[in-house]
């Protein structure tokens, strides 16, 4: 289990600002053999839970052996730049986020046998390319309003993002319901639908869940709309566990 410190600024290899003004930043430690972009594109909604997101994964890398790349330019996501990492961290994106070209270049990512996360609102992301929705796993459709009291069900401890889990998890949330969902992902959290009020999917809720595609691996949290999400121990456990499935560490 990883204890995640205070979040401090980190040394900052590079800090480049390109034409349209968008920064990316890259954080690298010493010792560290891995590393991951994070990427925040918007062009939807914008969760406030971003900024602490992209803080608490560095931190994470520094407390476990990777470096971070954090964008929000997608014109980043050339086969070059991305031949440098080891896995990509879609961290609440929104709509569509990338040209054609962009997106041929993020295929080539994961089929030369690259990882993806993806974090709660990955899955309202890109509805127009379903390469991407197989590989992300689902697309949302709907929640209810605010946020809320659940219990998840640990449907699987033998993966990195969940052996540390209990068999039964509450947590406060904001819970997607999906409209389309890849039935080929091995399903890791599900949602007590009980527990609370405003599931689509009574009985049988999938909110994480992992797969191999296309030659790259993919992990898949519903978790992280709240910034609370990013300063909760077994939130944070989950979500390094995810990365390191799709670096393919574990």
Request: aromatic content about 14%; proline content about 3%; overall charge negative.
């Amino acid at each position: 289990m990883i204890i995640l410190l205070p979040f401090m600024l980190i040394h900052t290899a590079s800090a480049c600002t390109s034409s349209d003004g968008t920064v990316h930043e890259t954080y690298q430690f010493e010792e560290s053999e891995f590393t991951v972009l994070v990427f925040t594109k918007t062009e939807g909604w914008r969760h406030d839970s971003i900024e602490v997101g992209v803080e608490a994964v560095v931190e994470l890398g520094r407390l476990n052996g990777f470096n971070v790349t954090w964008t929000e330019n997608s014109e980043y996501f050339t086969e070059e730049n991305l031949s440098a990492y080891d896995a990509v961290v879609f961290l609440n994106t929104t709509l569509t986020v990338f040209t054609d070209a962009e997106r041929e270049a993020f295929k080539a990512f994961i089929r030369n046998g690259g990882g993806f996360a993806g974090i709660h609102s990955a899955t309202d992301t890109e509805y127009d390319w379903p390469w991407y929705g197989e590989l992300v796993g689902a697309y949302f459709e709907n929640h209810p309003p605010g946020v809320h009291e659940a219990i998840i069900n640990v449907i699987n401890h033998n993966h990195p993002s969940t052996s540390h889990l209990d068999d039964t998890w509450v947590k406060v949330d904001e819970w997607y319901n999906f409209g389309y969902m890849n039935e080929n992902v091995n399903i890791l959290l599900k949602l007590d639908t009980d527990s609370f009020e405003g599931s689509d999917h009574p009985g049988n809720h999938p909110i994480a869940w992992y797969h191999e595609y296309d030659g790259g691996r993919s992990f898949y949290t519903g978790l992280g709309h709240t910034k609370e999400s990013f300063s909760e121990p077994l939130f944070l456990d989950h979500l390094l566990g995810g990365i390191q499935y799709a670096i393919g560490i574990q």
